[in-house]
């Protein structure tokens, strides 16, 4: 019996998740509690809303839109967390590999671990697994805690295990103003990314709040009222301290794009 997807939503034509233009797949369900978040909507496994697809349908609802791919489109699965469905991920991007489709997972590491049957489970979908966009939310474990309501172990231990396994990744950050926008903080993210062999592209993704109305649709408090989004300056002082150090100004492989 084929394994079903909770699915929140689709997206024909993506363009800022992976390379090229990409089918994005929104799963639903996610742990995490993250205050800037801008889809809380997927939050919950369970809302009434949901789809449920197999691999095979959502793969031919995908290749419609083949044609616009280019030679560097594919699929990308978000969310909410993707790594909660890990059974429904192996079948869909075996079922990908097999028709030749990129296959890309947006994911923010959070259920991680190296017990069974999940890690089992994650080294299996590596080998279908072509890129990985990992969000790094924030480096303090204490302020991670505050703005996620989670840990942040778990997201760096997976991170340091996918340069172990030369797993492709992007490293994602949200720049949070009085949060994550600190030089401190960008500094010791910076130090960390450079232990890590396999990052093949750094993106400051600057906080917005274009999915407030989707809390207040949902009745949830939003606590970042008054926070602005980061201004053009503190943008590019991200890019340059999180691709080239504090200092030192001189070219590394993570170059900004």
């Known amino acids: 019996m084929e394994t079903k997807g909770i699915i929140h939503s689709t997206e024909n034509f993506g363009t800022v998740d992976g390379p090229g233009i990409r089918f994005v797949i929104f799963t639903q369900g996610c742990r995490m509690r993250c205050k800037f978040c801008h889809n809380p909507d997927t939050w919950k496994l369970r809302t009434g809303k949901e789809k449920e697809y197999t691999a095979k349908e959502l793969l031919d609802k995908a290749e419609r839109y083949r044609p616009y791919w280019g030679e560097n489109g594919g699929i990308t699965v978000s969310g909410g967390e993707p790594l909660l469905q890990l059974p429904f991920l192996i079948e869909l991007f075996k079922e990908a590999k097999k028709r030749g ?16 049957p999940f890690f089992s489970q994650f080294n299996e979908l590596l080998e279908y697994t072509d890129l990985i966009l990992l969000d790094l939310k924030h480096i303090d474990p204490k302020v991670h805690l505050e703005l996620t309501k989670c840990e942040n172990e778990p997201i760096l231990e997976m991170a340091t295990y996918l340069s172990e396994v030369n797993q492709p990744v992007w490293i994602r950050h949200v720049l949070l103003p009085e949060w ?64 080239t150090g504090k200092y030192t100004g001189e070219d590394t492989k993570k170059e900004p794009q």
């Open 101 to 116: 489709i990129h296959t890309c997972l947006d994911t923010c590491g959070q259920p991680f671990t190296k017990k069974d």
């Open 180 to 243: 994550s926008d600190k030089d401190e903080y960008l500094d010791r993210l910076h130090v960390f990314i450079d232990t890590l062999n396999n990052v093949e592209r750094i993106e400051v993704l600057p906080y917005h709040t274009m999915g407030k109305f989707k809390w207040d649709q949902l009745g949830i408090p939003y606590e970042l009222e008054d926070i602005q989004p980061p201004t053009p300056e503190r943008i590019k002082n991200a890019n340059l301290r999180l691709h």
